[in-house]
């Protein structure tokens, strides 16, 4: 069984930085950040797997930056340039492929709400 508790949540204004940790209990492949908008399905965002190989959406990429402290069993989701379209519920999740799909993930965090203003 794995627990993953996220933190670092909140609001901003465009441009922006936040970032994003998840700290995970138990034995973990695969740890991504996920999201979901009102309305909208939820989608992922980035993701990682244990010797460190990343996926990001395209969308993010060049302004969010995955990283992992292994010792820590942590996950970081460094956020950078924020805009309006970036405002979610952000969910870490664990699972056990390299893939930005919501299926190939079991578990999930209660989420963090991450707000940028314009």
């Known amino acids: 069984q794995v627990q993953l508790v996220e933190s670092g949540g909140g609001s901003v204004q465009a441009g922006g930085s936040l970032r994003l940790s998840c700290a995970a209990s138990?034995?973990?492949?695969?740890m991504g950040w996920f999201r979901q908008a009102p309305g909208k399905e939820r989608e992922g965002v980035a993701v990682?797997?244990?010797?460190?190989?990343?996926t990001y959406r395209g969308s993010v990429k060049g302004r969010f930056t995955l990283s992992k402290d292994n010792a820590k069993n942590t996950l970081y989701l460094q956020m950078n340039s924020l805009n309006p379209e970036d405002t979610a519920m952000y969910y870490c999740?664990?699972?056990?492929?390299?893939?930005?799909?919501?299926?190939?993930?079991?578990?999930w965090g209660q989420g963090t709400q991450v707000t940028v203003s314009s």
């Open positions: 999740a664990a699972g056990y492929r390299l893939s930005l799909s919501v299926g190939d993930f079991r578990y």
């Open positions: 138990g034995n973990t492949y695969c």
């Open positions: 990682i797997n244990s010797i460190g190989m990343t």
